[in-house]
C-alpha cells in the first residue's frame, strides 16, 4: 500500500477524539513506588451522538486496540463505522498490551511470543473453502509483516490478565457511565467479568467468538478455570472452588449479574472458533443469561474466519450487529 496515498484519498471525516488513561494500583517494590497495568483509552464521537450509550471495543489476543481501526488492506474497521452509526466509541489496549505500559517486575510474567504460524493458524484460510473474506494474499509476506507487527505476548497468569482487564475497565465505566461492550476472542471473559462487577453500568454485549469453551485450557493461554473465564465470577450460592463449579449440574450456581442483560455471540462461517461459542451461550444461559447466537452466515454473510471484524466484508459483518444494538439496548435508554 502507498501510505501517501492512504491518506491524500481517505475520506475527510468530521470527529471528536482524544485520550486518556485507567491507572492502576500503586505499588511498592525496594522503596520506591510504581503504578501497576494502567489501561490506555482512545475515543471518537461523532459532531452530533444519536446513540444512549457508548461502546468500549476490547481487543483480542495479544494484539491491541488498533484492530478496531483500519483493516489490514486499509479500509475503515468497526470503530470508524459505529462512530458513523452515532455512537460514541471507545477503543482500550487491555493492561499489558498495546499502548498500555508493562513491566513484568510489576505487572507479572508474560506468556510466549506470538508467532507468525499462530496468526497464520488463528486467522488465515486452511482447508475451509468456505473462507474467502481474508484481505490479502498467504503469499503476502509484506503484508503478513505489517499484520503480525501489532502482537505481542499475553500476560503469563490468565486469571490475573482477565483480573486487570475487568478492574480497569469497570473503573474506566464508573468514569464515563453506562456503556455496551463489544469484545472479540480472548476479550470475551473480559465482557462477563465486568458486568459482573458493574451490572448497573453495563447495558448490553457484544461478544465475537468469545474465548472458550467453558473449563477449557487454552493452548499457550491458560485454563478457563472458572467457566466462561479463568478468574472468579460471582456466582450465586457463592462458590469458591471452581472444581465444584465445574462437577455441579448445569443450573446448580447462578450469575445474577448477567440477569436480564442483552448478551449477542457473534460467530462465523468458516472459523475453527465458532465452536466454542455454542458451549459458551448454554453455560451463560444455564446461569440465568439469555445470550443469544448470531451466526453470521443466516443473515447472509459469508466467508468469515476468525477476524472476520477485518476480513474484505466487515461492513456487511457489522449491519446484523448494529440491527441488533438498536432493537436490544436502545429501549433500555
Not at 244 to 262: D, F, I, K
Not at 303 to 320: F, M, Q, T, V
Request: with cysteine.
Amino acid at each position: 500500500m502507498n501510505f501517501h496515498h492512504s491518506w491524500s484519498n481517505a475520506p475527510l471525516r468530521s470527529i471528536r477524539r482524544g485520550h486518556f488513561w485507567i491507572p492502576g494500583e500503586r505499588v511498592i517494590q525496594s522503596g520506591r513506588t510504581y503504578q501497576r497495568a494502567p489501561m490506555y483509552v482512545e475515543w471518537e464521537a461523532p459532531e452530533q451522538v444519536s446513540r444512549p450509550y457508548p461502546i468500549v471495543l476490547m481487543h483480542g489476543g495479544g494484539f491491541q486496540g488498533t484492530e478496531w481501526f483500519d483493516t489490514p488492506d486499509g479500509r475503515a474497521g468497526w470503530a470508524q463505522r459505529l462512530v458513523e452509526a452515532g455512537y460514541a466509541v471507545l477503543v482500550i489496549d487491555r493492561p499489558g498490551h498495546g499502548r498500555s505500559p508493562l513491566h513484568t517486575d510489576i505487572t507479572g510474567a508474560m506468556g510466549p511470543p506470538f508467532s507468525y504460524e499462530g496468526g497464520r493458524q488463528i486467522y488465515f484460510p486452511g482447508t475451509d473453502p468456505r473462507h474467502t473474506q481474508w484481505p490479502f494474499a498467504a503469499d503476502n509476506e509484506s503484508a503478513m509483516d505489517d499484520f503480525i507487527a501489532g502482537y505481542g505476548p499475553l500476560p503469563a497468569d490468565l486469571c490475573v490478565s482477565q483480573t486487570m482487564d475487568a478492574d480497569r475497565t469497570a473503573a474506566l465505566l464508573d468514569k464515563i457511565g453506562p456503556a455496551i461492550l463489544l469484545t472479540h476472542s480472548a476479550s470475551g471473559p473480559d465482557g462477563w467479568l465486568v458486568a459482573d462487577r458493574r451490572p448497573d453500568l453495563v447495558r448490553g454485549i457484544v461478544a465475537i467468538e468469545p474465548m472458550g469453551p467453558p473449563f477449557a485450557t487454552i493452548p499457550n493461554i491458560g485454563p478457563m478455570t472458572w467457566g466462561a473465564a479463568a478468574a472468579p465470577l460471582a456466582f450465586e450460592p457463592p462458590v469458591s472452588d471452581a472444581t465444584v463449579l465445574q462437577a455441579a449440574e448445569p443450573g446448580t450456581y447462578r450469575l445474577p449479574s448477567l440477569v436480564g442483560l442483552p448478551i449477542l455471540i457473534v460467530t462465523a462461517e468458516a472459523s475453527d472458533f465458532a465452536a466454542a461459542s455454542l458451549p459458551t451461550a448454554a453455560f451463560l444461559n444455564n446461569a440465568g443469561a439469555s445470550a443469544e447466537l448470531m451466526h453470521l452466515p443466516d443473515y447472509g454473510v459469508h466467508g468469515n474466519g476468525h477476524g472476520l471484524i477485518y476480513e474484505k466484508n466487515s461492513d456487511e459483518a457489522l449491519a446484523p450487529v448494529l440491527a441488533w444494538l438498536a432493537s436490544n439496548t436502545e429501549a433500555l435508554a
